[in-house]
């Protein structure tokens, strides 16, 4: 069952929302010049906002959801923050030919009988012609379809690494805890990109000058925990990273696989709290190759299929297509500005 939890009233066009602006009172002692959209009681949720006389903002958490303009275009964008609840409070923001839907932990945007994936960053652009709505930039849904055996052939570059791996792991596939901080150092810093010290660094110098973006700077310490890839939602692949791994599991070099296993062992292994050390079992190592190797090789692995508009795409084999960038430490200073 649907709920409108800051009782949000539609609005179909620039007119009706510039009238429900000019015709709101403020919020009293915010000096922001807020005005609720819906309950006043619930105006951080739900605000508006005119940043010029041709624009209003329709606001979700402070942030626009959707942008009406005077010629009645408007831009729906994904929203900052969003889970299962988000849709059905973001909903009413919309004209209602228009609703959100929570399909398997993705956002979407239900035009009519289609669907619309939403991901961060994305911006919507419609046009309103008498009362319908049209779409003016269409977002392509396309379905990634695994071929059969190509993996496998991928894979066997792997083959030295995975039986030395198999033949260690089966002696001792304990790496002590205290040197996780060395070993995420230096993988950051062979792939090129800002360590996690680095990032804290800059992180407690803007805190100490009272500037503001530490969310931005903390999210990309979890990236960098997170590197080369997570199945946490919208984590993706960091290449760089990957591109660090496959090097170092190709290698000739006994320090470069020492390296690769610590590392693999580090971030994908069972640890251990009592003992202080990472278990790392050959089949779980075995797993992270073949999604390095997925993402690195994604075009020869996986057959991309174009579907019908609308069409709702499977989340299958979809992560190996979402790459992230991290910056490096001359770009850090400027991160999130």
Known sequence: MGYNTACVRRLHDFAQAKKWYTGTPPIRGNPNNIRPLGS?????????????????DLCFFSKPFVRWHADDTFEVFCPTYYSAFTPD?????????????????????????????MQPGDVFKFSKVGDKYFFLNKPVAYA????????DKVMKK????????????????EIPHDERHYIEEMFSGVAGVATYKQVEEER???SKNNEP????????????????YSNYRCAGFCTDHCAVLDKWVTSDNAEDWVSAMKVIALRYGQYMYR???????FAEADRV?????????????????????????????????????????EELSTFGR
């Open 158 to 173: 792997y083959e030295p690494f995975r039986d030395w791996l198999t033949i260690v792991t089966a002696i001792t596939n």
């Open 40 to 56: 006043r009681r619930h105006h951080y949720m739900a605000s508006m906002a005119m940043p010029d006389d041709d624009t209003v």
């Open 213 to 228: 973006y530490s969310y931005a700077l903390s999210e990309l310490i979890n990236r960098l925990w997170r590197a080369p």
């Open 289 to 329: 190759l073949q999604e390095i190797a997925s993402h690195l090789h994604r075009d020869k692995v996986f057959e991309i299929v174009r579907l019908p508009d609308g069409k709702i795409p499977s989340r299958t084999n979809a992560k190996y297509f979402n790459s992230y960038k991290l910056p490096t430490f």
């Open 275 to 281: 003992q202080e050390v990472y278990k790392l079992k």
């Open 204 to 206: 407690d110098k803007r």
């Open 89 to 117: 409070n973001i909903t009413p923001f919309l004209p209602n030919t228009m609703r959100m839907k929570w399909v398997k932990t993705r956002l979407f945007l239900m035009y009519g009988d289609k669907g619309y994936l």
């Open 144 to 151: 990634f379809r695994k071929r059969r055996g190509v993996l």
